[in-house]
């Protein structure tokens, strides 16, 4: 077998969105996992806006959506009875092309990036371990174990995607800091009486949190709650010991179990993303409560982020001082994730007087005043979807004076036009210059020497509504991030930005794959 460029371990979604990028781009990789197939129980749900984002450009966005349901519509509890109703609808209008979040099952979307790394020439090798790796100066040589059998792999770069129980991160010896939670929780996939409900049900109990969503347009609900603490020791602990409260809290009758388990959350950081030639990524790097629906969106967003830049050293398109950006605008993101989620998710869980406050008063009350404004809504959605992630301090990250260039600065993502749909030029490949207004002759001459696409629209309110700048050029990295905000199209400054990150745009450097 011809050895790869990237060797990449764990075929959850983090890897595989790793290896289908890559794939895309023409970079030899191989991607493997020691399961022997891919995961049959629906662990994470949900798929936020900014990832369908990012798949767009894989030609994953519309596959997803199909197979997922839009949840339009929040329900608190207290003791099965209805609260506060909020409406998920008008949340993230006009801020993204998806505005929504979308239920879509782990195991259901596992299969869905498998088979479209098939089909761009890539199968998974299943039942195939990483047991350890060397390095030297040119690359890796892993050593992998297959039916007992041990055989060597080398590799210019090694990914480890492999999950909370990384031995990546464990031969790189990066520690994996924080701790477990102290409450049981319990996770059921089911089918109950009456009709398929489609919204997200939350009960804010005193004794603790339940929630059910669904899981699959046919008919199966995902319930999660907190066990009785005197139920959290019992052996063998199955549905029917937790069936009575699950269901007084909710509202439900439990018509039939598809799938039960427990379960404690962690919260964890590895100390690094990168050592040399090896990176972390998604739960190998991070993992904290599932509160808001981040974990797998962060690791796709991890994996889509470490793609683009390997893709561009790997080519020679980019300096591999590039790299170092990675950990540099994702473990700040993470550790910050991770402290975020933490803290709402002891306040939600809390046995205390705050918590209780909290479920029984602050949420049901606060929410829906939050929900009732504009700003609110977007300011909700903005986090929750992961759309306001930016990397202001990152090395790539220039025109950062407030104003310069509208409300847009270097290191945040693009925003969308409504009605332009600006974001469809978006290839997550390569880079290019978007430009609302009049493109100067001299600097459109300039960006086709450097082999830089130009996308430009005539000036509109609906551009100025959406922070840019008339005229301003904004040099989109492959990933729709803003490199460089630049509103007076300099073609001296946009040169002295490549030459500073070694990158040669795909026109400037015709690649033999093209």
Not at 249 to 277: C, D
Request: with cysteine.
């Amino acid at each position: 077998m011809p050895e790869p460029d990237i060797l990449i371990a764990g075929a959850g979604p983090t890897g595989l969105v790793l290896a289908l990028s890559l794939a895309r781009q023409g970079i030899a990789c191989r991607i493997l996992d020691k399961a022997a197939g891919p995961g049959e129980a629906s662990r994470a749900m949900v798929v936020q806006a900014r990832t369908l984002e990012l798949y767009r450009p894989l030609g994953l966005a519309e596959a997803v959506i199909a197979a997922g349901i839009p949840v339009e519509t929040v329900h608190m509890l207290e003791e099965g009875e209805e609260e506060a109703r909020i409406s998920l609808r008008e949340f993230g209008a006009g801020l993204s092309p998806y505005p929504f979040a979308l239920a879509f099952p782990q195991d259901d979307h596992e299969r869905l990036l498998e088979a479209a790394l098939r089909e761009a020439g890539l199968a998974v090798e299943w039942g195939t371990e990483l047991t350890g790796f060397t390095e030297t100066p040119e690359g890796v040589t892993a050593t992998l174990r297959r039916d007992g059998a041990e055989s060597t792999c080398r590799a210019a770069w090694l990914c480890g995607c492999d999950g909370a129980h990384s031995r990546v991160r464990e031969t790189l010896g990066l520690g994996f800091a924080g701790g477990t939670y102290e409450q049981l929780f319990y996770v059921c996939d089911a089918r109950i009486e009456g009709p398929f409900r489609r919204d997200l049900f939350i009960h804010l109990a005193p004794q603790g949190l339940s929630l059910m969503l669904p899981v699959r347009s046919r008919g199966v609900q995902r319930l999660i709650g907190m066990v009785p603490p005197e139920l959290a020791g019992r052996a063998g602990l199955g549905f029917e010991d937790i069936r009575a409260p699950a269901e007084a809290l909710l509202g439900i009758r439990v018509a039939e179990v598809n799938w039960f388990s427990t379960y404690r959350v962690h919260h964890r950081m590895a100390a690094r993303f990168r050592q040399g030639r090896a990176f972390l990524a998604g739960d190998a790097g991070h993992i904290h409560s599932p509160a808001g629906g981040q974990g797998m969106n962060t690791g796709i967003g991890d994996a889509v982020n470490l793609a683009w830049k390997l893709a561009a050293v790997v080519r020679g398109r980019a300096a591999p001082a590039l790299l170092d950006s990675y950990e540099a605008e994702r473990l700040p993101f993470a550790r910050q994730l991770v402290a975020t989620t933490d803290r709402a998710f002891r306040g939600a869980v809390s046995r205390g007087l705050g918590g209780r406050l909290l479920r029984r008063w602050l949420l049901p009350h606060l929410l829906p005043l939050v929900a009732g404004t504009d700003a609110g809504r977007h300011a909700f959605f903005r986090i929750l979807s992961q759309i306001r992630i930016a990397y202001p301090d990152s090395a790539l990250s220039e025109g950062r004076a407030k104003g310069e260039a509208g409300s847009v600065a270097g290191g945040e993502r693009l925003p969308w036009v409504p009605g332009l749909d600006n974001f469809a030029p978006l290839d997550g490949a390569s880079w290019r210059v978007q430009l609302h207004g009049v493109a100067r002759p001299d600097y459109a001459a300039a960006l086709a020497r450097l082999g830089l696409p130009l996308d430009a629209w005539p000036w509109s309110e609906a551009a100025e509504r959406a922070g840019l700048r008339r005229d301003a050029a904004y040099l989109l990295r492959p990933d729709g991030y803003v490199g460089l905000a630049d509103p007076a199209q300099e073609a001296d400054r946009l040169a002295a930005y490549a030459a500073r990150h070694g990158l040669r745009f795909a026109a400037a450097m015709p690649s033999p794959l093209e």
